[in-house]
């Protein structure tokens, strides 16, 4: 079954360090990895996703994320925490198709706090 | 434009009424969701309307009613709810379902039933 597991309840970061949110995955067949934010009483916002080709993504607001197939891994990153991306972030892969939809599987968040 | 617009933002009901939420959206998707989020939790699908006609029910009770007017509008009928139905209602828009395509959120609706 397609999983993504997000070990961290919570990443404490200062600003302008590097950021790291990690998420791993178990799928059959080809991943769609994707990541959204999730500010304050918001819906989700995208912010990049994997199919195939170049191991590092990039994505909005200076985001990129990196696939690792041998460590199934699809961790996000940013060179210099804002105080701003305090936020709440999602990993997601598409689930095998069912009922003519690949549904997204959420893993369970993390909450990233940048002190200033 | 990749706005999904959705309202109202804040809706409190009693137990007894019947309330509807909208979500709009102008993108050209043709596949359109419904999922409900509890505090700090990852939102949980719904229904998916692919193409105007429902495609997935995830078992949801049949206080909820889901209806899809047309390629750009989403309803959500609300009736006799209970307390532990409240949570943010997300509405979000996509191509069509297979593969590799990002779904678009909206900001929600905050649902409180008293």
């Known amino acids: 079954a397609q999983s993504v597991a997000q070990p961290e309840d919570q990443v404490n970061v200062a600003e302008g360090n590097p950021l790291t949110v990690k998420c791993t995955y178990s799928?059959?067949?080809?991943?769609?990895l994707f990541w959204y934010v999730q500010y304050p009483n918001r819906g989700l916002q995208f912010l990049l996703k994997?199919?195939?080709?170049?191991?590092l993504v990039k994505g909005s607001y200076g985001f990129e994320a990196e696939f690792n197939k041998s460590q199934t891994s699809f961790h996000l990153k940013k060179p210099s925490a804002l105080v701003s991306d305090s936020a709440l972030y999602f990993c997601a892969v598409r689930g095998p198709l069912s009922g003519g939809y690949n549904k997204l599987i959420f893993g369970a968040g993390t909450r990233l706090a940048v002190h200033p | 434009d990749t706005e999904v617009t959705q309202t109202p933002k804040h809706l409190v009901m009693g137990m007894t009424n019947k309330k509807s939420l909208k979500c709009e959206q102008h993108?050209?998707?043709?596949?359109m969701y419904w999922y409900k989020q509890k505090a700090k939790k990852p939102p949980e699908l719904m229904f998916v309307y692919s193409y105007e006609k429902l495609s997935i029910n995830e078992s949801v009770p049949s206080r909820f009613s889901p209806e899809c007017p047309n390629s750009s509008l989403l309803n959500l009928h609300l009736h006799a709810l209970q307390p532990e139905d409240s949570a943010l209602y997300l509405c979000?828009?996509?191509?069509?379902?297979?593969?590799?395509?990002?779904?678009?959120f909206g900001q929600g609706t905050r649902l409180t039933v008293v």
């Open positions: 979000a828009s996509s191509q069509p379902l297979q593969g590799a395509t990002e779904a678009f």
């Open positions: 994997y199919i195939t080709g170049d191991n």
């Open positions: 993108m050209g998707h043709r596949a």
């Open positions: 799928v059959s067949g080809n991943p769609y």
